[in-house]
């Protein structure tokens, strides 16, 4: 699973669930987050990622920068950069009921479910006690 969080709100922009570890992965989701944002990027927009495989690659670096985005990535064992995203996949964890998961469609509608439970129901108290998704219209309405 490769996602996209907004630093902002927490919300689960975009995620791609895939079989294999191949580029396409990384690529699927830079596609999603798109049209997720409806093809406009804010002009100071950046893309947080850990120093993996997928994000140091050249073509998907020239991807990030085509969609106008600035790429930033943690220092070579920092975790700290990288908590946000590693906090969602805990509570990722938690919440999913992957045991009744029996093929890639059960996997996929579980990572549905979380996910939506996460973005729409999980109240958080950085955000004012709101769900992430309730959060954005906040800040949109302001």
């Known amino acids: 699973m490769s996602c996209v969080k907004d630093a902002a709100t927490k919300e689960i922009v975009t995620y791609h669930l895939s079989t294999s570890l191949e580029m396409n992965i990384v690529y699927e989701?830079?596609?999603?987050?798109?049209?997720?944002?409806?093809?406009?990027?804010?002009?100071?927009?950046?893309?947080?990622?850990?120093?993996?495989?997928?994000?140091?690659?050249?073509?998907?670096?020239?991807?990030?920068?085509?969609?106008?985005?600035?790429?930033?990535?943690?220092?070579?064992?920092n975790c700290w950069d990288n908590a946000p995203m590693e906090s969602f996949f805990g509570h990722f964890k938690d919440l999913a009921e992957y045991k009744t998961c029996t093929n890639l469609t059960d996997v996929k509608e579980e990572v549905d479910r979380v996910t939506e439970e996460y973005n729409v129901c999980r109240y958080q108290w950085g955000l004012k006690k709101m769900a992430p998704v309730q959060y954005r219209d906040h800040l949109l309405a302001v």
Do not use: C, W
């Not at 947080?48 to 943690?74: A, C, I, R, W």
């Open 29 to 77: 989701t830079l596609n999603k987050l798109r049209q997720a944002v409806n093809y406009e990027f804010h002009p100071s927009a950046i893309l947080h990622s850990d120093q993996g495989f997928h994000y140091t690659h050249p073509l998907f670096q020239n991807k990030v920068m085509e969609l106008g985005l600035t790429q930033s990535m943690s220092r070579k064992g």
